[in-house]
Each structure stands twice: as C-alpha cells, then as structure tokens.
C-alpha cells in the first residue's frame, strides 16, 4: 500500500518509528515531515498530509501529534479526507468499517508505539463495509 504519514514536532520519534516498521513491512511510504525536532505548526503537515491523500497519491494517511485531537482537525478540513483519532484496535476497526476514513490519527503522547502499529495493522486491514 501506499501510505502517507506527517506529524508535528511532538510525535517526531512515533513517526520515524513508524515510517521504519511500515516500510519494512512492504509499504510505500511519504514522509511528509517534519524531519527535525523544530518546532512546527501542526496545520501545516496535517493539510499537506490531507491533499496528499486526496490527490490519489496514497491509499490511506496517519497523522500523528502530541494528542492526535489538532493534527485530525487539521486533516478533516478537506473535503476528501476522513481522519479518525484511534487510541485502540476496536475504534481503528469501526473507523474503516463503518466510516469509510481514509487517515487514522493518534495520539503521541497518549499512545505507546506497541498500540500504533496495532491500530494501524487493524486499520489497513479492515475494508469499508458499504
């Protein structure tokens, strides 16, 4: 799959985790930043994370800051994009099964990395159910 993924500066590590794990497991991925530990603006990454997404350049996004709640806003303001903030497998589930979202959003600091690639594996794995 191609996946793309942003984040602000406070979920830096979870995304460089997760850009590794993702891509070991056989996924295109698009960083699309930040690359550093500077403090950014997460409207930015989540906007450009969103037209990303809805240009058809990746399947599926996540997006990812300190609490997942901004940078999901940020996404949910195009039209194209529905990012769902997940903390767990079950509503990473429903998101896709029954919402049809295209971006899960976590949270960095409220969720382990053991958690993310779990709700990210379910998230990937569960079609929409119509």
Do not use: Q
Not at 22 to 45: K, N, Q, R, T, W
């Amino acid at each position: 799959m191609r996946i793309a993924i942003a984040s602000d500066h406070a979920a830096l590590d979870l995304k460089r985790a997760l850009c590794d794990w993702l891509s070991e497991m056989g996924h295109e991925v698009a960083d699309l930043g930040p690359h550093d530990a500077a403090s950014v603006d997460y409207p930015d990454y989540g906007y450009a994370l969103a037209a990303h997404v809805a240009a058809g350049n990746a399947d599926f996004g996540i997006a990812l800051c300190g609490s997942g709640i901004g940078i999901s806003i940020a996404v949910n303001r195009h039209p194209a994009c529905r990012a769902a903030l997940v903390g767990e497998p079950l509503s990473a589930r429903l998101a896709r099964e029954h919402n049809d979202a295209n971006v899960i959003a976590l949270g960095a600091r409220l969720t382990g990395i053991d958690m993310a690639r779990a709700c990210i594996d379910i998230f990937l794995a569960t079609p929409f159910a119509g």
